[in-house]
């Protein structure tokens, strides 16, 4: 079984500032590492991953995640918040092998102050 | 695009009936899930299907069930309808899935108000 932890349930940030949004997990088995985004009104979507090699993953609208796994954090972190960033961040853990559940975290709501 | 659809954004139902949230997609994807989105408690496995005809409960399985008779189409049924279950649901897909390495796709969701 894993677990995920998102400590801060909400994190207020001034516009073009930078931003970390933290995540740790729980797991007796390997795992794949995941950061989603629900902006209001919508589903989630999926902003990054970890699967394997690089332990430093981005996202194409300049999120990025580091796995630590010494740490079993996945931290999501950008240098500058624009105000389209303003949502909730999901991370999420799924184990490498058999079917895919996928557990996730409380959530983190970004919001972004002009 | 992947797309998946869900029947209705809102819903008001009374206690005791019997609710379908139907679910689709467009993707040929094998996995489908249910899952609830409540405040402070994240979004909680409902039950997941990775087959037509094939089910596997989740993590707060009680008082629903679900149908997978057709590839494209996942339905969630609440038996009989509690306050409790006022909530967001979310219905996703994933292609393969073996491994977890697949992208799961989100519906816009639907949210269920018991009175």
């Known amino acids: 079984a894993q677990s995920v932890t998102q400590l801060d349930s909400q994190v207020p940030v001034f516009e073009e500032a930078p931003v970390e949004l933290r995540c740790n997990y729980s797991?007796?088995?390997?795992?794949?590492l995941f950061w989603y985004v629900q902006y209001p009104n919508q589903g989630l979507q999926l902003l990054l991953k970890y699967l394997s090699g690089s332990t430093l993953v981005e996202s194409i609208n300049g999120f990025e995640a580091e796995f630590n796994k010494s740490q079993t954090s996945f931290h999501l972190r950008k240098p500058s918040v624009h105000i389209s960033d303003t949502a909730e961040y999901f991370c999420?853990?799924?184990?490498?092998?058999?079917?895919?559940?996928?557990?996730f975290g409380t959530g983190t709501k970004l919001q972004v102050i002009p | 695009d992947v797309k998946v659809t869900q029947s209705s954004r809102y819903l008001v139902k009374r206690t005791g009936e019997k609710v379908f949230l139907e679910c689709v997609q467009d993707m040929d994807h094998e996995n489908m899930f249910w899952y609830r989105q409540d405040p402070g408690l994240g979004l909680r496995l409902i039950y997941f299907?990775?087959?037509?005809?094939?089910?596997e409960k989740g993590d707060i399985p009680e008082g629903y069930s679900v149908s997978r008779e057709k590839k494209e189409r996942f339905s969630l049924i609440l038996e009989s309808a509690s306050t409790n279950q006022t909530s967001m649901y979310l219905c996703?897909?994933?292609?393969?899935?073996?491994?977890?390495?697949?992208?799961?796709?989100f519906g816009p969701g639907t949210r269920l108000t018991v009175l």
């Open positions: 996703a897909s994933s292609f393969s899935g073996r491994g977890g390495t697949d992208t799961q796709y």
């Open positions: 999420a853990v799924s184990p490498t092998g058999g079917y895919q559940k996928v557990t």
């Open positions: 797991s007796s088995v390997s795992v794949y």
């Open positions: 299907s990775y087959d037509v005809k094939m089910k």
